[in-house]
């Protein structure tokens, strides 16, 4: 039973193949054909433990379309909430369901689900790992930029949260340099270590810097809010930390015309990115906002269908 927990599970060749799939979708979608019944009756649970906007309607919408019945829940609605283990929880909705799209606090849950799912496991967002944004992100730059492979991609900020984590993951499979600018209290060198045979394997390169003069020259700038949940009594000090690495006009000078702005929203307008960023020519944060649909879709259909053949 195949899973989407991190991105690890997939090769660099399956990767290419959702992004491939999400993007006919896309295209489909853009001349009109909006529903297109492959899973027709199928349900699909989306369990949240935290609130969503993107993630939540993304999932929906997507299963909407290819003729699911999204069944979307929290922790309080289930037994769950009340003490229910997710072993005797996750072995009960595979009964009902054809896949579970969960997000959660701590990865761990995730990793439990799908040790007794006899259905596929999404990451819909856990603490360590964000997928579903990294393959949106992916699609982003193909269509902006032309091209998957040879990519160079700087994040700034808190480059050791989960979208900073699934962008590194993807960029290592697809062959991209990513640069983790931030400060050094942030480095995971471990990480850099786990992607050693995809780098080798694809060409890529990771690399940490604490320096904002190292976005010169990449085709994408990415940044993401500086106090996540669950962080909320370290926000001052956070603030403090990751103010010299605020993506404003300097920064996107410095990075270049080329560069497109990337954001998996929400953002903290004034904090991580100022306005003119964020709205300015360069940004796609709108064009990811809208390929978390499509690369759901394909999600959808790989899990259920074509990795199942």
């Not at 609605?77 to 009902?96: A, P």
Request: include cysteine; aromatic fraction near 8%; glycine fraction near 6%.
């Amino acid at each position: 039973m195949k899973h989407l927990l991190t991105l690890l599970e997939f090769s660099h060749y399956e990767i290419e193949q959702l992004l491939h799939i999400s993007r006919e979708f896309k295209i489909r979608h853009r001349v009109g054909e909006i529903y297109t019944p492959l899973l027709p009756g199928r349900v699909v649970v989306l369990y949240f433990e935290k609130p969503s906007t993107r993630t939540r309607l993304s999932l929906t919408s997507a299963a909407v379309q290819l003729g699911m019945h999204p069944v979307y829940t929290t922790p309080a609605e289930l037994q769950i909430g009340r003490g229910e283990t997710i072993h005797d929880t996750v072995k009960t909705v595979s009964r009902y369901a054809s896949a579970v799209a969960a997000r959660v606090y701590r990865h761990e849950t995730l990793e439990e689900m799908a040790r007794y799912s006899s259905i596929p496991v999404i990451n819909a967002l856990s603490d360590k790992h964000h997928p579903l944004q990294a393959l949106a992100d992916a699609l982003t730059l193909w269509e902006r930029l032309g091209k998957l492979r040879g990519l160079k991609i700087a994040f700034l900020g808190d480059v050791a949260n989960n979208v900073a984590t699934s962008l590194t993951l993807i960029g290592a499979k697809l062959g991209w340099e990513v640069r983790l600018i931030g400060p050094k209290q942030l480095w995971n060198y471990r990480l850099v270590d786990e992607l050693r045979e995809d780098l080798v394997r694809t060409g890529g390169n990771v690399y940490y810097s604490d320096s904002i003069n190292d976005v010169g020259g990449v085709d994408g700038v990415y940044t993401d809010v500086w106090i996540s949940m669950g962080f909320e009594k370290e926000a001052e000090e956070r603030r403090r930390l990751l103010k010299p690495y605020q993506v404003n006009r300097h920064v996107m000078e410095i990075a270049g015309k080329q560069a497109i702005f990337l954001h998996c929203l929400p953002a903290r307008r004034g904090e991580e990115v100022t306005d003119e960023v964020i709205d300015g020519v360069q940004s796609a944060v709108w064009d990811q906002a809208e390929n978390r649909m499509h690369t759901a879709k394909a999600v959808y259909s790989y899990l259920l269908i074509f990795s199942n053949k």
